[in-house]
C-alpha cells in the first residue's frame, strides 16, 4: 500500500492543490446525477466541491493513505459519500462503474502509470470522463538539486512524467480525446512554512521512519539549500474519455 500521510497537519498547511483542484473539477461536464471517483481524495477539500456539483449524484472518495480517507470522512459524513482505502497500481474495488473520474495531486505518487490508467479505465464506464492535474516533468526541479547536494534523491519515489508519454499510455489504455500539457505553478510559502510544507509533502517518503529529531535536521538541512521559499511546481494537466 502507499504511505499513510499526517493528514491532520497536511489539512492545516497552506496547500495550493485546493485552488488547482477546483480548477480541475471545471473541466468535468456534468449533469449532476453522475457518480464520480475522486482517485486520491486527500482530506477531502476538493472531493467536497465534486459532492456540491452532484446533488443528485454521488461520489466514491478513494485514498491510498488510512488518516487520509478518515479526515475525508470526518469532513464530509455518509450523505452520497462512499470511501474505499486503495493502491491506484492494483485492481481498484470500484463497482458498478463510474461515469467520470476526477484527480488532482495524486498521479505522481504512482510508479506505474502503465497499470494506473489500466485499472482507472477498467472502473470507468464507456464514454466516461477523466480530468486530472499531478505533477510533471521538471516539477520540484529546486528541491530534487538541493536533495541532490547531500546524496539523495526521488528517483523511484514519484514520477513526473511528460505528457507525450502520458498520452501515449492513456492511449493504450482505451482512452480517447486525450489532452496533456505541462504549465508552472510557483508557489511562494509563508515564513516558518517551509520546513513544515516540506517535511509533510515534498520529503513525507524520504523522511518516513526517521526520528523527530533526525527528521528536522534532515529537512533543515534541504531547506537550506533552496534558493527562495518557493516550492516550484510544475503541472501535468490531462483531460480524456474512455472510448
Request: aromatic residues 6%; contains cysteine; charged residues 25%.
Amino acid at each position: 500500500m502507499p504511505r499513510d500521510w499526517d493528514a491532520a497537519t497536511y489539512d492545516r498547511l497552506p496547500i495550493p492543490m485546493t485552488a488547482w483542484g477546483e480548477t480541475v473539477l471545471g473541466w468535468l461536464e456534468l449533469r449532476g446525477d453522475e457518480r464520480v471517483l475522486d482517485a486520491g481524495c486527500g482530506t477531502g477539500k476538493v472531493t467536497e466541491m465534486l459532492r456540491d456539483r452532484l446533488p443528485r449524484g454521488s461520489v466514491v472518495a478513494l485514498d491510498g493513505s488510512v488518516s487520509m480517507v478518515e479526515q475525508a470522512r470526518a469532513r464530509l459524513g455518509d450523505d452520497r459519500m462512499e470511501y474505499l482505502v486503495a493502491d491506484l497500481q492494483e485492481s481498484l474495488p470500484v463497482s458498478p462503474p463510474v461515469d467520470a473520474i476526477l484527480s488532482t495531486a495524486t498521479f505522481h505518487w504512482i510508479a506505474d502509470h502503465d497499470a494506473l490508467f489500466a485499472n482507472l479505465a477498467a472502473v470507468l464506464r464507456p464514454g466516461g470522463q477523466l480530468a486530472a492535474q499531478c505533477g510533471g516533468a521538471g516539477n520540484i526541479a529546486s528541491i530534487e538539486a538541493a536533495l541532490g547536494q547531500i546524496g539523495e534523491d526521488l528517483r523511484g519515489r514519484k514520477h513526473f512524467a511528460t505528457p507525450e508519454a502520458t498520452a501515449a499510455r492513456l492511449e493504450a489504455a482505451g482512452f480517447v480525446e486525450v489532452e496533456t500539457w505541462l504549465h508552472e505553478e510557483p508557489t511562494p510559502l509563508p515564513e516558518g512554512d517551509l520546513e513544515p510544507y516540506l517535511e509533510t509533502i515534498c520529503l513525507g517518503d524520504l523522511v518516513e521512519g526517521m526520528s523527530p529529531e533526525q527528521r528536522r535536521a534532515f529537512v533543515h538541512e534541504v531547506a537550506s539549500r533552496m534558493p527562495e521559499p518557493l516550492i516550484d511546481y510544475v503541472r501535468l494537466n490531462i483531460r480524456a474519455r474512455k472510448a
